[in-house]
T-cell receptor
Framework: SQKIEQNSEALNIQEGKTATLTCNYT??????LQWYRQDPGRGPVFLLL?????KEKRKERLKVTFDTTLKQSLFHITASQPADSATYLC?????????????FGKGTKLSVKP | DAGVIQSPRHEVTEMGQEVTLRCKPI?????LFWYRQTMMRGLELLIY????????DSGMPEDRFSAKMPNASFSTLKIQPSEPRDSAVYFC????????????FGSGTRLTVV
């Protein structure tokens, strides 16, 4: 079955810099890949979805890329702010043809220092 | 919209007792998911429903766990008997088929079995 790896458990950056988080998957390329934000004591919140035929997606200061050759998605936060500090999770469907259900990576905890 | 509503928010119970977690999905969403989150294993899918019908329960740890969805606006996850290793945060999420807007998660139930 599909496995997801997020590059590191924690990432510390300075305010104003660009944060780049990595999500790698092991087997087939999913039809779509999603990114979520989770704050302590809260449920994950959906941020962005990118489809397999899309190379890049943007939303305000967020940008997601999807490289099916590398089996990788990158999540960028530009002009980062302390309020961006949270854990970011990537998610995708676990096997070809599955609809609706997602498996999640363990997440990367981002800390943005003022 | 009040979002996905879970109750209780916190539950502390003794080993061997029955525990029932509750979830009200967003009106109009026809997929409902139960996840469990721990530090070690991250977010794990337990079971999901489509139009109130269980589709995949392969993530349910063992027979002590059961889930029901008697109607479109309510689901329960029951653990009987509970064990200390069941201690985790349990999340309910919902989404609509064909609308790739991501999942909406509830705030979770933090279960502690002592």
């Amino acid at each position: 079955s599909q496995k997801i790896e997020q590059n590191s458990e924690a990432l510390n950056i300075q305010e104003g810099k660009t944060a780049t988080l990595t999500c790698n998957y092991t087997n087939y390329s999913p039809a779509y890949l999603q990114w979520y934000r989770q704050d302590p004591g809260r449920g994950p919140v959906f941020l962005l979805l990118i489809r397999e035929n899309e190379k890049e997606k943007r939303k305000e200061r967020l940008k997601v890329t999807f490289d099916t050759t590398l089996k990788q998605s990158l999540f960028h936060i530009t002009a980062s702010q302390p309020a961006d500090s949270a854990t970011y999770l990537c998610a995708l469907n676990p096997y070809p043809g599955s609809q609706g259900n997602l498996i999640f990576g363990k997440g990367t905890k981002l800390s943005v220092k003022p | 919209d009040a979002g996905v509503i879970q109750s209780p928010r916190h539950e502390v119970t003794e080993m061997g007792q029955e525990v029932t977690l509750r979830c009200k999905p967003i009106s109009g969403h026809d997929y409902l998911f139960w996840y469990r989150q721990t530090m070690m294993r991250g977010l794990e899918l337990l079971i999901y429903f489509n139009n109130n019908v269980p589709i995949d329960d392969s993530g349910m740890p063992e027979d002590r766990f059961s889930a029901k969805m008697p109607n479109a606006s309510f689901s329960t996850l029951k653990i009987q008997p509970s064990e200390p290793r069941d201690s985790a945060v349990y999340f309910c999420a919902s989404t609509s088929q064909g609308q790739f807007d991501g999942y909406t998660f509830g705030s979770g139930t933090r279960l502690t079995v002592v």
